[in-house]
């Protein structure tokens, strides 16, 4: 597929079809960048966090999981720094009045410049073949230095602007490299304004005095404020960790391509709480954790690369994305962050309170360093989903949509369709359901020919068909289809339970991680 908009409107439009997402209050023409779950939407997006709590928190003997409230006391996001810093620098082309992130701006005009240097490598690699020395060649050859050289000077008088607060010089940058509104072309720029990214409200009512809260940014915060309470109540020692599953809210100034970036949104976010010192070799453990677990769900390995930080925010010693390629490139999907003893001494700062660990084998107390993994639930969502959906030409000419999910993730792990309306084979197919409906998400479905039927559950993800049919009546067999294969074999209605746990339950996909 091209990275173009076509393959993420093919997408959107497939999700919208079949039930997965659709764009929030629709029938109000919609609210931009929030979205609504359907019934095929809800029932993946339910398997995905099985998947991750199950691998982050079920398995793990030091891990437990908590739920905090979304409000949070104001004075949590002043320690954590997010009333002060959290923040985008914003600028509106006074033409076409869309309104950018100007450091967003920057980088597309670096990725170009770093572009033309992978152009350059590539000619180079053609050109010596086998004798090819590309760290020579980048060291070298002269139009590669040049980018480079230019792509370092821009980064670090970039970084000094937004450092020093400096948004004038921000916006002389932006002049200076002459860029356009991607759009219209226009370079009539406003001035640069750093635009806070929490959604706040009131709490309780004016005459009370009502006090402003605001609708949490990330649910790390909720684990940090319950970290002794979780400590003393669970008597784990550490190395330990938090995990949280939950919704998080972002004034996004610009919010675009689908569920990738939402205004509302859901995170999967664990904090391990570990001895200072040890936190370097603990980011390492979760990085190679996080990615076997990605990788352990079969998408293909090369969908997925890391890309550490250079830039480091000012809590952190240490950070890495794991990057997906989407249909629009590869982009962030998850965080890994060595964040320090940053957010408990804040904490302990702004509350009073100590929030300290007693070691006993050291004999003291101290302020743990934390290790976070932190990976958007909705962007995993995007990122299974895309990678699934193909278009298939099959041998006998005809094609087919299908969406090759994990059996694990899929909504529905087996359809039960009755051949035919008639001659008791609703009766026998109902039946299958009712033994099968306690442990598995089933469909019954009976309209249409079989082969639309075993299209539609295609198109859905569904790995198993089911269909009854007169011989069933008779010896208590059916046959099963695969999905993929589209290969058909008779088996025992009773080894129908076998089967399914077998093939479609997270248990082997677990043990590979
Ligand atoms: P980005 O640079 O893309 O804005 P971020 O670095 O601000 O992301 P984090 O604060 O590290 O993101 O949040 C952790 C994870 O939460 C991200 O890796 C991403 O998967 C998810 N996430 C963050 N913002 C959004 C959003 N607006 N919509 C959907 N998911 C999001």
């Known amino acids: 597929m091209q990275k173009n908009e076509d393959p993420l409107k093919k997408i959107i439009s497939h999700a919208k079809e079949y039930g997965f997402v659709f764009p929030s209050s629709e029938i109000y023409d919609g609210l931009s960048a929030t979205y609504d779950y359907g019934q095929m939407g809800v029932e993946l997006k339910n398997n995905i966090k099985q998947y991750w709590w199950t691998a982050m928190v079920k398995m793990q003997e030091n891990i437990v999981g908590i739920d905090a409230a979304i409000f949070m006391h104001p004075t949590t996001w002043k320690a954590s720094g997010h009333v002060d810093a959290f923040n985008d620098p914003l600028i509106d082309n006074k033409d076409s009045k869309k309104r950018y992130r ?39 050859n002269p139009n590669v230095v040049r980018n480079a050289t230019k792509i370092e000077e821009i980064n670090k008088r970039f970084k000094k602007a937004l450092e020093e607060e400096d948004l004038k010089d921000v916006k002389a940058l932006i002049e200076e490299l002459e860029i356009a509104d991607p759009v219209s072309g226009s ?11 929490m959604f706040s409200t009131e709490l309780g009512s004016t005459a009370d005095g009502a006090s402003t809260v605001y609708l949490r940014p990330e649910t790390a915060q909720g684990i940090f404020v319950n970290f002794l309470n979780v400590q003393k109540t669970s008597r784990l020692k550490i190395p330990f960790g938090v995990a949280q599953i939950g919704k998080a809210f972002r004034n996004e100034i610009i919010a675009r391509q689908f569920i990738f970036r939402m205004r509302e949104f859901e995170q999967m976010e664990m904090q391990f709480f570990v001895k200072p010192g040890t936190e370097l070799k603990w980011y390492e453990y979760w990085k190679s954790f996080r990615i076997n677990w990605h990788k352990a769900l079969e998408l293909g390995d090369e969908n997925y690369r ?20 989407f249909p629009m490139g590869f982009k962030e999907l998850e965080g890994i962050h060595s964040r320090t003893d940053f957010d408990l001494k804040a904490h302990e700062e702004f509350s009073g309170k100590k929030l300290q660990y007693f070691d006993p084998e050291e ?68 039946e299958i359901f009712g033994t099968l409906k306690y442990d598995f998400s089933i469909q019954y479905d009976e309209k249409d020919s079989i082969g639309k039927r075993y299209r539609r559950q295609d198109a859905i993800g569904t790995p198993y068909s089911i269909t009854v049919d007169h011989q069933s009546l008779e010896d208590h067999t059916v046959t099963i289809r695969e999905r993929d294969s589209m290969k058909q074999e008779r088996v025992a209605i009773d080894s129908l339970y076998a089967i399914i746990e077998e093939r479609a339950s997270f248990r082997n996909v677990l043990k590979k991680i």
Request: with cysteine; aromatic share 10%; glycine share 4%.
């Open 102 to 140: 100007a450091d967003v701006l920057i980088e597309d005009y670096l990725a170009k410049i770093e572009a033309k240097i992978d152009k350059e490598v590539a000619k180079g690699l053609n050109r010596f073949g086998d004798q090819f020395d590309e760290a020579e060649f980048r060291r070298t």
């Open 187 to 197: 370079k009539n720029w406003t001035d640069v304004r750093q635009f806070n990214l």
């Open 306 to 325: 890391f890309h550490d930080h250079l830039k480091l925010a000012h809590y952190a010693n240490a950070a890495a994305d794991i990057e997906f390629d």
């Open 363 to 430: 004999n003291k107390n101290y302020v743990p360093y934390v290790v976070e993994t932190s990976i958007g639930l909705d962007r995993m969502f995007l990122a299974v989903f895309s990678s699934c959906l193909k278009d298939e030409e099959l041998e006998d000419g005809s094609s087919r949509v299908v969406l090759n999910l994990p059996p694990a993730l899929s909504p529905i792990k087996a359809a039960i369709l009755p051949l035919i309306k008639k001659d008791g084979l609703p009766e026998k197919a109902r």
